[in-house]
Each structure stands twice: as C-alpha cells, then as structure tokens.
C-alpha cells in the first residue's frame, strides 16, 4: 500500500517576506515585495523593478558562519540555506553528528552563483586563477545548494538538485513525493532557488516580456490577469518544505501542515503550438487531468487554484487551459490567485514559493487577493466569474487546492494539496 505523504516543515526567502511568519502576513494583508532596482536603471533595462528578498548581515550569519561568508557571493545558495534551514527548524528537526540515512534533499535551481561566475570569470582573465579561493566550485555547480544543505544538517538521503525553469519547485516537491511514496526516504527537504540580478533577468528584458511601463509605480507593475498587463516583473528567492511520510510524522507529534494528495509533471514535446517559450496547450490540459486522477479527487472537489500566471499574453490561455481540464466555467470555476502580483515571477524558485503560498492557505484558512487585476482581462471574464478572482483576501477554509507551473521548455507540472484529515 502507498504511503501517505504530508508537509511537515515549510521555509522562505521571499520578495514580500522573509522567514514564514512575515510571508503569511504579507500575503494576508496584499503586501508586496517589488521595488526599485538602481542597479538595472544604471544599466539601462526596459524593466527597472524587481522582487528580491531583503537579506539583512545579521540574518546572514545566522545561517552562515564567518569562514563561509567569506569570498561568498552566491545569492541562490543564500536564499535556499536560509528557507531549507528554516523548513527543517519549523519540522522540529534535528541536525546530526552522523549521517541521517532516512533524510535526503530535492533542492532546484535555473542557475547558480552567476555573480559568482562573473566575479571568476574576470580573475581568469587577468591571469589570476590562483585568487579564485577554495569555495568557487561550491558556489558555482548547480548542486551548490543541495550540498550545502545536505552538510549543515547531515542528510544521508538522497542529495540533489532537479532544474526545469520554471517548473522547478514543483517538480522537486513531486520528486520528494515520489521518493517518499515508495518507501526510498522517510523525509525530503525539497524546494528550489533562484539567483538574483541583471545577469539572470537581462536575458528576459532582452526577450521584451518584462514589464516596463510601472518603473516609477513598482508595486503596480506585477499585473497577473489583468488587462493592462505589460509582462512580468523578476524575482528571485526560495521556497522549501520537509516532506515527510505520514507514519513518521504521527511518530514524532509532527505539526502536519496539509497533505500531497498527488500531481503529473509532463512535457508538450515543443509541438502541436509548443515552443521554448510556448505551451502546447493539449499537454497543459493533460498534465493537469493526470494529476487530479493521481491525485484520486474529482475536479468538483478543488476549491481553487494557484496558477503559474505571469501578466503576460499567455494569462488567458492558461485559464482557458484549466476551465477545459476540470471541466468548469462561469460561477462553477474554483477561485484563482496568482503569487506573482506580490512577488513578480520567482523563475526556478517561483514553484516552491507558490506552494508555500498555496500551504499556508490551506494550513491558516484564507484565500489571497490578486494585487493589480481590478481590470480583469476580458477574454478571462468571458471565460470565468469575475467573483473567482478575488481583489482582497477571504477567510475561508479552502480543502483542496491545484497549483501548477509551467515553463521554457514546454515543461508542466501539477500539484494538489489538501488540508490534512488523520
């Protein structure tokens, strides 16, 4: 019999809010976290805002010590040890002299230490590779954040770390499940990471989908839905959750913050209208029929969704995607909210930040309120209920919730979650 799979733990490193306590209230009370960015106007961006996690010296040497902040300039690692780490503490988890076999790490990244990169880069060139220092390699390799959290806390488990642009996050959570599903891991630390800065999002202002018409309103700039929606803002953070059987949880007097019911990760192939940059739109539809039949529900049962949803030309596409697979339209369509109008578009790490969103909603009893979509998009409108796009934050006691992202590629993947019932 497949075993049951709950979170345990949950951790963040958000534009809006660092740490869980100030990211719940920050989505309760609409709060975002976009702001100007100086250093992207100095070097002439059309997007000059963006949604970065606002990373104090003081809680730096929290979570590093002395030595490792040296010569460290990795801002994904940065973001993904300080939401690992706080995802183990908040599990009640300890950290092992020995290695803990039961234990493993599902940590995603698009990239990693791209300052550091550069930083290395130009050393070479000016013939000074015996300056790079000890730590260049742990910086820069995709698995940096993995091996880092898989040292500090002394997880035997699997340790690794998946990359599917903006999938990523989900993917890492479904992986985890998997694992943990079949018997191969008690626990999984598992999220994913996102560097931050001009030599991660200038790739997308060069593909003009980035917003650029909010640089003196940043707050108003991430437009998820809406029909003046100019592209996405980037952001950048990380999001992670203990992951943990539900035999093991009820053992130690685990708090429990809801239940992986199941998802589908699944691909378009880049046909059939899928691109790089596209969905193919039958495989967006499959990924998330899959899912819920995983999943053992009926799409009557969700009672919303956290959608990928970036403010772009695709927003209306993707509603039109989910009424065909649940099936519903009008009034009998879930409500539907989109993380991004407080954060901007996380990359890799926007998955797990969502589903930390989409947890708390389950685990807290509320519903956030899209920022900036008073002027909902008429082709959404005439798709769904204005009323389930909510402007404000409800309390509610939400069961079930889907979160979904997609991403270059033509990648999907599909969670639903449910607020735990022993």
Not at 327 to 353: E, M, Q, V
Request: charged letters at 20%.
């Amino acid at each position: 019999m497949k075993k049951r799979v709950v979170i345990t733990g949950l951790g963040v490193a958000a534009p809006n809010g660092v740490g869980i306590p100030t990211f719940t209230h920050a989505l309760q009370n609409g709060i975002s976290g976009i702001r100007h960015d100086a250093q992207l106007e100095e070097l002439q961006f059309s997007c000059q805002i963006a949604g970065q996690p606002q990373i104090s010296e003081e809680l730096k040497s929290q979570y590093f010590t002395e030595l490792e902040l040296r010569g460290f300039n990795s801002t994904g690692i940065l973001y993904g040890v300080i939401a690992g780490l706080e995802a183990w503490n908040n599990a009640g988890l300890p950290f092992n002299e020995n290695p803990d076999w039961d234990s493993g790490a599902i940590f995603g990244s698009g990239t990693s230490g791209i300052d550091k990169f550069r930083e290395s880069i130009y050393k070479i060139d000016e013939l000074q590779v015996r300056r790079l220092g000890s730590t260049v390699v742990a910086q820069t390799m995709n698995s940096g954040v993995s091996a880092y959290l898989g040292g500090k806390i002394g997880l035997g488990n699997q340790v690794t770390t998946n990359s599917s642009a903006c999938t990523t996050g989900a993917e890492a959570i479904l992986m985890a499940y998997d694992r943990i599903q079949s018997g191969q891991a008690k626990r999984i630390l598992a999220g994913s990471t996102s560097d931050s800065g001009p030599y991660i999002w200038g790739g997308f202002d060069a593909l003009r989908v980035c917003s650029s018409k909010f640089n003196d309103k940043p707050e108003e700039g991430s437009r998820p839905m809406s029909a003046t929606a100019t592209g996405f803002v980037p952001g950048s953070g990380a999001g992670a959750f203990v992951i943990e059987d539900l035999e093991t949880a009820l053992e130690r007097g685990a708090t429990i913050f809801a239940e992986i019911l199941g998802g589908n990760i699944n691909s378009g192939g880049q046909r059939d209208g899928g691109t790089m940059t596209a969905p193919n739109s039958t495989a967006v539809q499959r990924c998330i029929k899959t899912a819920i039949e995983n999943a053992g529900i009926n799409p009557n049962e969700i009672d919303a969704i956290n959608g990928h949803l970036t403010a772009t030309t695709k927003d209306s596409l993707e509603i039109e995607n989910w009424t065909k697979a649940l099936g519903r339209n009008g009034a009998d369509f879930p409500y539907i909210n989109s993380l991004k109008s407080l954060t901007g578009h996380c990359l890799s790490a926007s998955g797990s930040i969502e589903s930390i969103a989409t947890v708390l909603q389950l685990h807290e009893g509320f519903l956030f309120g899209n920022k900036n979509c008073s002027d909902l998009h008429p082709e959404i409108a005439a798709l769904i209920d204005p009323s389930k796009v909510l402007l404000e934050t409800i309390k509610i006691n939400p069961k079930i919730i889907a979160k979904a992202s997609f991403g270059f590629g033509d990648v999907n993947a599909c969670i639903l979650f449910k607020k735990f019932e022993n």
